[in-house]
């Protein structure tokens, strides 16, 4: 018999269910909040310049499995996010995240630029989004298709969107045909015919005997009236000079923020063998990684040259390591214990996968 002004037993299991249910809820939001955290730290470390780098990754937590989503460039991004959250506790782990370029459906993923000049912008819609201009024969990077126009990725790093036809799309060996050997710089605005104009500026692949490659793949033979200028990178003396400094420094130790003649770090040693040849560099790897012109990327860097930079990522940051691209594929760098030469062939005694694996992309600082 129920005494007076006592409640029903059901009501204590109606408590306790409630506890439960909102004890389960509030465990929910605690891994969904850490997880969110996790994954907004790591946005943070991968996150240099939203001008040159693109990295917004997000997380949701359902029954115990994280999935990671969003888009970012770099595959160590990912792998990153992932341990960080099994770290965390979570130990099913899935990733949809879309990585960046997209695959171009005709496989030509690269181009150039065929206008006098163009306005890239940071959206792609005409009022007032200026990123960066492209002239005529410049080479960019196609990072995503859109309707009318294209986000491309500039020869210094700058993603904007140019329209469609402003550019002629190239696959990797045209890209590379255009990247390769010597090349001018115009020193005038030149006027082909009606439809093609070349800014002061623009640099062409010289073919020899006054010929220059045009963005639509033909040839046009430069008059003596034209002031221009020939170079050839790979003949440039300041490369070997370059290295020839590089290589006093060999077997000394590698030092955390050094950049002394008793040890460096990785960027402080490519920022003292280039000073001391008198070109001044940004102190930081990932600051030195905006400097120069892209001439190497993932799954393409034949066209390298003693002298250029090489640049790393890993699952920590966005750019972590750099190199001088020595020749013969190798590297001069401090890394390790030691300032080095290290080899990217898996056939060489003094072989390190990283140079492989975590490649990001080279830069060429001097012409």
């Not at 001008?51 to 029954?63: F, G, P």
């Not at 002394?260 to 280039?274: E, H, K, L, M, P």
Request: charged share 20%; glycine share 10%.
């Amino acid at each position: 018999m129920r005494l007076p002004g006592n409640p029903p037993l059901w009501h204590f299991f109606i408590l306790i269910l409630t506890a439960i249910t909102l004890g389960a809820c509030s465990d929910r939001d605690e891994i969904q909040s850490n997880a969110d955290k996790i994954i907004a730290e790591l946005n943070r470390t991968y996150f240099f310049d939203s001008r040159v780098w693109k990295q917004d990754l997000h997380v949701s937590v359902d029954r115990g499995i994280a999935t990671v989503s969003g888009e970012t460039f770099y595959p160590q991004a990912v792998r990153g996010a992932i341990k960080r959250l099994k770290t965390a506790g979570i130990d099913s782990v899935i990733s949809t995240v879309t990585f960046l370029p997209e695959k171009m459906a005709d496989g030509k993923g690269f181009g150039i630029i065929r206008e006098h000049h163009v306005m890239g912008r940071f959206l792609p819609v005409a009022d007032k989004q200026e990123a960066t201009e492209f002239i005529y024969g410049d080479l960019v990077r196609i990072i995503r298709d859109g309707d009318s126009h294209f986000q491309v990725q500039s020869p210094e790093g700058y993603l904007a969107y140019v329209s469609k036809n402003s550019l002629r799309k190239l696959d990797s060996l045209e890209w590379r045909r255009y990247h390769k050997g010597p090349f001018v710089k115009i020193l005038q605005n030149v006027d082909i015919n009606a439809a093609i104009r070349i800014s002061m500026g623009a640099r062409l692949t010289y073919l020899g005997d006054g010929n220059v490659l045009l963005a639509d793949g033909n040839t046009f033979k430069l008059g003596d009236d034209i002031d221009y200028a020939i170079y050839t990178p790979a003949n440039n003396p300041l490369r070997q000079k370059i290295l020839r400094t590089g290589e006093k420094y060999l077997g000394l130790p590698y030092v955390w923020g050094g950049r002394s003649g008793d040890g460096t770090d990785c960027s402080g040693f490519v920022q003292s063998i280039f000073s001391l040849n008198g070109i001044f560099l940004p102190r930081d790897t990932d600051e030195m990684s905006i400097v120069g012109q892209f001439i190497g990327l993932p799954g393409w860097f034949d066209s390298m040259e003693p002298g250029d930079l090489i640049f790393y990522t890993s699952g920590k940051r966005l750019i972590t390591h750099v190199a001088v691209y020595y020749g013969n594929n190798q590297v001069i760098q401090a890394a390790g214990k030691t300032i080095h030469i290290a080899s990217m062939d898996p056939s060489q005694p003094n072989f390190e996968a990283r140079l492989v694996n975590d490649f990001a992309f080279a830069k060429r600082i001097i012409d």
